[in-house]
């Protein structure tokens, strides 16, 4: 009896699509150059400086060292500076992923004057580089007392994270069926508490990729926690660019194996998370 041929679903081909040999090998081939600077990145952490400054560099690290590691744990400013990476980019990610729910759900669920305009001024100002702003987020803290504070910090990173997020959770939103929120309306909750208790659990793939992509964005910013932060509040960006580079010398082996260190938090969540990031994308892109 002849094998039952397997059903293709619609859309399959384009998520599970079939490659030839030479789709398959130009692919190994984008993949390889895409991690050749991860590779360059590891190896030279391991690397011993001399080998480094060599003119014939090897390309593995022969005579693999850890003292390159230990010099990042044994710099009490490079520790403070994670600690404040991860109250930044933590309060960057809780910040982001509430306001971005709440004005995703009114722009979504909620018909107002106004509210189509709000939508094209949102992306409008997304176009103004983030550098045109910085002198007027200085001021702006500095007159109201938030300068040199992580609150400085946290909302500026905000500010630059909203567009991308509201629309990612507006997007699965708007998918979600006006049933839902009458039924609740019935049973007299409130819209925060359909928000809260109804909204949010359906949309939790969402929130977690909201939430990846602030906290990444706190985690790696160099400007804004340079301009923004005080002393003893600056972030890790900024902390390896102090402690690694100086003018006319730089400890590079050092600074790779800082930002090793440093890159596992992101590639362990992202692990961690990975499926919920994909499901919300996914869900964010496709309306219904």
């Known amino acids: 009896m002849p094998a039952r041929r397997r059903s293709?679903?619609?859309?399959?081909?384009?998520?599970?699509?079939?490659?030839?040999?030479?789709?398959?090998?130009?692919?190994?081939?984008?993949?390889?150059?895409?991690?050749?600077?991860?590779?360059?990145?590891?190896?030279?952490?391991?690397?011993?400086?001399?080998?480094?400054?060599?003119?014939?560099?090897?390309?593995?690290?022969?005579?693999?060292?850890?003292?390159?590691f230990g010099a990042f744990f044994e710099d009490t400013a490079l520790l403070s500076a994670l600690g404040n990476s991860v109250i930044v980019s933590a309060g960057t990610a809780a910040v982001s992923v509430l306001v971005a729910g709440l004005m995703a759900y009114s722009l979504s669920k909620f018909r107002y004057r106004g509210r189509n305009l709000f939508m094209v001024m949102f992306l409008v100002g997304q176009l103004v580089p983030g550098v045109l702003l910085l002198v007027s987020l200085y001021l702006m803290f500095s007159a109201a007392g938030l300068l040199y504070t992580y609150t400085a910090v946290v909302l500026a990173f905000t500010t630059f994270t909203l567009p991308l997020t509201v629309f990612l959770l507006k997007g699965i939103i708007d998918g979600l069926p006006d049933e839902i929120i009458e039924a609740a309306k019935v049973d007299g909750l409130s819209n925060l508490a359909i928000l809260f208790r109804i909204i949010f659990p359906l949309i939790t793939p969402g929130l977690v990729t909201a939430g990846m992509f602030a906290f990444m964005r706190g985690w790696s910013d160099l400007l804004f926690a340079l301009t923004l932060a005080g002393p003893d509040k600056q972030t890790l960006p900024v902390g390896?660019?102090?402690?690694?580079?100086?003018?006319?010398?730089?400890?590079?082996?050092?600074?790779?194996?800082?930002?090793?260190?440093?890159?596992?938090?992101?590639?362990?969540?992202?692990?961690?998370?990975?499926?919920?990031?994909?499901?919300?994308?996914a869900a964010g892109a496709v309306k219904g």
């Open 240 to 281: 390896m660019t102090t402690a690694f580079i100086h003018e006319g010398s730089g400890d590079w082996p050092a600074l790779m194996a800082a930002s090793v260190i440093t890159s596992l938090p992101l590639a362990l969540i992202f692990i961690a998370l990975q499926r919920y990031f994909v499901s919300g994308l």
């Open 8 to 68: 293709r679903h619609v859309g399959e081909g384009i998520t599970r699509p079939t490659l030839g040999v030479a789709g398959k090998l130009s692919l190994a081939v984008l993949g390889l150059f895409g991690l050749l600077p991860v590779y360059w990145l590891v190896a030279t952490a391991f690397m011993q400086r001399e080998d480094v400054f060599s003119k014939d560099r090897p390309f593995f690290p022969f005579n693999p060292t850890l003292d390159n």
